[in-house]
């Protein structure tokens, strides 16, 4: 693999509120090599979306980064001004949010929306983008492009939107991009299509891909390595092939027995995961897990758990991976 082109250490995330500090993301690390695709899986709340949101400087008002490090191609982003970040988003990293209908702008034409980044980053004429936008929307299946690129979005179904909104993201040739939730809204065929389109052209631009989703069907057909993310915590990470057929942590164990899985010939009742994520305006102090977790031990509610090594490129942050078998279970 080459060479790291982003690295998030020990990343803390916090929303200051009327009643009090919400932690949501709590000391994430994660690195990221060039044209390689990243999937990023767990429960709503997890804290998958807040940790890109924290890189790009998107928190809104009552957010901020209280502590880590974000290094993207040797610059650190946490503490970029405005107008540095601004060179950095939508040029040399791209961010398809979850629903296109309200990321569009409904009272602008496509034309402008798409031509706008390649003017501000590129510094190309209106012609030059417009020629450029045509092309894009050439390749991600809008057609007949010419036509169509001074329409609306209302103008547009949900796939076709989903497909203008990675145009956009695409529209710089960006190292990075991150997609959260791309197929939400969308219907199983068109998910399908949208996955297709993504992976023909990162594999056009070598681009590498964050992908953010609870769809575990869509980490298997996309990414070459998963993190797992519980309460604003990784608690697992490993390639595609350890997550699902070796998981370490009991969490990803929970998360995949309760999807079902379609190659399995015999009918099984799925096991849904138990109770509910912890309270992050007032997180336990042991394993944010532990109170859901059927194999949770004594020292499990008291310490939370150091990430440890599984085997080569697999980590867990759980203490079964430390205990001696049968240890001091609760």
Known sequence: MSENILTISDLHTSFFTPVGEVKAVGGVSLKLSKGEVLGIVGESGSGK????????????????VVGGSVNFEGQELTTMNYKQMSDIRANKISMIFQDPMTSLNPVLSVSYQLCEPLIRHKHMTKAEAKKRVIELLHDVGIEPAEERIGQ???QFSGGQRQRLMIAMALACNPDLLIADEPTTALDVTV????LELMKDLQKKWNTAIILITHDLGVIAGMADRVAVMYSGHVVEEGTRRDIFYRPAHPYTQGLLKSVPNPDNLTKERLIPIKGQPPDLLNPPKGCPYALRCPKAMRVCLQYPPETQFVEEGHSAACWLQRAPHGGDAR
């Open 49 to 64: 979306s807040v940790t890109m949101l924290s890189m790009l400087h998107l928190l809104g008002p009552s957010g901020k």
């Open 152 to 154: 609306y979005p209302h």
């Open 191 to 194: 998910q399908a299509q949208i």
